[in-house]
Structure formats: C-alpha cells, structure tokens
C-alpha cells in the first residue's frame, strides 16, 4: 500500500520536525515520570492518575507517528503570495449558490498541519480544494459532495 504524500511548506516542514524531536526526547521523558509516580501510588486497577497518564501517552505516540508519517512521506510546495489564483495555502472565502456574501465561508486549501486557526481545512485532493485550485475571485465553481452537486463564487483570496 503506497503512502499519502503530504504538500506542506518548508515553514511546516521545520514545525513538524522540532514538535516530533520535543515529543521523541522531553514528552517521552515527562510522561516515563508521571507514570512512575502515579504508579507508586498503588494498586493500578484502581489508579486514576496512572490511567490517565498512560492514555496521554498513547495520544502522544499516536501524534509522533502521525508526524514521523508526514515526514518520511512529503512533499515541499512554494506559496506563491502575489497569486491571483486558488493554489496551496490559499484561505478561499467561497459563496454557497443561494447565500450572501454575508454568509462567506473561509476555507484553507492545504494540510491540516498548517491549518491556520479559525479556519476550516480543505484538502487539495478533496472535493471542493481540488476543485477550486486554479480558480480566480469571482468565478463559479461546481463540484461533486458526498450530499450531490454544489456550487460556490470566489468571494476572495488571500
């Protein structure tokens, strides 16, 4: 089975790369700690603390191998900042067919690793990012969801 490629900046890249080396060396080093001091607090089956260490260490090695998979298996985009067009790490501001430029949704097309916060991801390969890269402000777009057919206007780019 081949592996998802990741498109990420080299900004992203670097983040991940410092988050996975603070996680591999510091966050083992804590939770081996915290686990060895709720473990002497007795009888584990009954240990709360010693049960809620050891579910933060299986989210932290969930994470670590989520990063490492990154990692191994990316792929390094440019952003280009003078483009008028949707591309990778493009925020898309896009009109649903039947709302008003009131209702603009704001969408980040790239990884969620860097999912700016406040904003909704949308994935390059998936229905809606891969359908408004290449496009400009005030085009109209139509792609297939899972729920049918939509449309969305280009309400803006940044």
Known sequence: MA?????ITKETLEKL???Y?????????????????????????????????????????????????????????ERDHSASEVQHASIV??????????????????SIEEKPDGVLVASPTSPLGSALL??????VVEYEAPSGNLTVTIHSIR
Do not use: C, P, W
């Open 3 to 7: 592996s998802e490629i990741h498109r």
């Open 17 to 19: 790369k410092a988050e």
């Open 21 to 77: 080396h603070h996680l591999t060396t510091v966050g083992r080093t804590e939770i081996a700690r915290v686990i060895e001091a709720a473990r002497l607090l007795g009888d584990l089956s009954e240990n709360g603390d010693y049960h809620a260490a050891k579910d933060d260490q299986g989210k932290m090695e969930s994470r670590i191998r989520q990063i490492d998979q990154v990692i191994r298996n990316h792929e390094i985009v």
């Open 93 to 110: 501001a896009v009109i649903y067919d039947g709302d008003s430029a009131d209702d603009a949704q704001e969408f980040f097309i790239g």
């Open 134 to 139: 290449g496009h400009k402000v005030g085009e």
